[in-house]
């Protein structure tokens, strides 16, 4: 009976230094010329899994997840306090193609955090975004600014509610004035109230109420009053 012995076909020796060469699974620290380092998960040779990533001359620390040489998944990026060899926390979050994407929370300063949704390192989605001066905003967010429906509450007590666009008050929104407990709700464009009604909402317990209170409103038909002036803007915008 005949033997056929087997015929494997091996890479030419070239190829096959190169394929040992690369980089693949889990590796000790990596540096570069430059002096910046990585440590952790490879994948044929790019940084593909968990791994530390820090850069010398910009002082910041990269820890999560990497997918094809790039920030991917899950992460927390940190930067060198000044004069310190410490690292204060910068971004924790999403990451996708290496920008901010999904939820994630920044940190301006100790004062200043946004916490909500980011797209291509862009805050997008709905967000909350404490201000260093003690105002806070809650809503809506297209390309870092408030854009669609948001409240903001601002440190003296008051508050507005409604449309926002490109980072103004725009459209139907109700302002709370709280010193005073007057409550106007109406239209506005590019930050400033148009046309509207005010009601006080107990002036008279307020620490700083009004001199004199509104006089009673005589018109015939309110409500269209307000639409045509509304729509007198409308039209104009």
């Given at each position: ?70 920030r991917d998944g899950y992460g927390t990026y940190s930067v060198q306090i000044p004069g310190s060899k410490e690292y204060t926390r910068k971004y924790s979050g999403g990451w ?142």
């Amino acid at each position: 009976m005949p033997f056929f012995k087997s015929f494997k076909k091996s890479l030419p020796t070239s190829v096959q230094k190169d394929l040992k060469s690369q980089r693949c699974g889990l590796r000790h620290t990596v540096y570069s010329v430059s002096g910046n380092e990585y440590t952790g998960e490879w994948l044929e040779d790019e940084k593909h899994g968990r791994g530390i990533q820090v850069w010398k001359k910009v002082g910041a620390i990269y820890d999560g997840e990497w997918k094809s040489g790039k920030r991917d998944g899950y992460g927390t990026y940190s930067v060198q306090i000044p004069g310190s060899k410490e690292y204060t926390r910068k971004y924790s979050g999403g990451w996708k193609n290496g920008k901010k994407h999904g939820y994630g929370t920044y940190f301006y300063n100790s004062s200043a955090v946004y916490e909500g949704e980011w797209n291509e390192d862009q805050r997008s989605g709905w967000g909350r975004m404490y201000y260093e001066n003690g105002d806070i905003y809650e809503g809506e967010w297209m390309k870092h600014k408030s854009h669609g429906q948001g409240i903001i509450r601002f440190s003296n007590g008051n508050w507005y509610e409604g449309s926002w666009r490109d980072g103004k008050r725009n459209g139907d929104g109700k302002f709370y004035y709280s010193d005073k407990a007057l409550v106007y709700e109406g239209f506005w464009v590019d930050g400033v109230a148009k046309c509207g009604t005010i009601e006080d909402v107990g002036w008279d317990k307020t620490p700083a109420p009004p001199k004199y209170q509104f006089p009673k409103l005589n018109l015939v038909d309110m409500e269209l009053v307000l639409r045509e002036a509304k729509s007198a803007y409308q039209d104009h915008r």
